[in-house]
């Protein structure tokens, strides 16, 4: 058996139809949506764009997803940190390391990073800095928690998630 690491095939390939759908073929069914008009084009368009709060669309799983598969791997990645093998400082770099790319990579995204105009920028305004918050609270919940824990927390921010839509949102 190599000692290289193995990678999950069906994970690599579910984020590369993700991406495929993110990049390449919703602008594409987006042109063709809006060059012709019909019965079929007009329900495809509701499926590649967002829907104001009421139900979801097809377009609406992309995010979810990429959250999915960042949370899939931790235990790939951590297992060997779970059943012992010490938690030491490169660990936490390394953890650190992948948060701060994905929130700058999120501050780039989001187009304000250089506009030097405070009014401009968002703190936390895209799925790139979700994906970081996400692995940085899952790698914490992983490494320390067992997975009665880990179901509870993840109840309590759901219940959290909740109320701050239901008291604080219009």
Avoid at 6 to 12: E, H, K, P, Y
Avoid at 78 to 92: A, C, M, P
């Amino acid at each position: 058996m190599s000692s290289q690491k193995q990678r999950l095939l069906s994970l690599d390939v579910l984020r590369g139809a993700d991406l495929f759908f993110l990049v390449a073929l919703q602008p594409l069914l987006w042109k063709l949506c809006e060059a012709y008009h019909s019965p079929f084009t007009s329900a495809l368009k509701t499926q590649i764009d967002h829907v104001a709060w009421q139900g979801f669309s097809a377009w609406d799983i992309v995010m979810p997803l990429f959250l999915f598969m960042s949370g899939v791997t931790i235990p790939f990645a951590f297992s060997r940190y779970k059943k012992g093998t010490s938690k030491d400082v490169s660990l936490w770099l390394k953890i650190a390391k992948r948060f701060i790319i994905l929130w700058l990579l999120g501050c780039i995204v989001q187009g304000n990073l250089l506009a030097f105009d405070i009014s401009c920028f968002r703190l936390f305004s895209n799925t790139l800095q979700a994906i970081a918050v996400g692995y940085l609270v899952t790698s914490v919940l992983f490494l320390f928690f067992n997975t009665k824990w880990q179901i509870v927390f993840a109840l309590i921010f759901l219940l959290i998630y909740w109320a701050v839509f239901y008291f604080f949102w219009e």
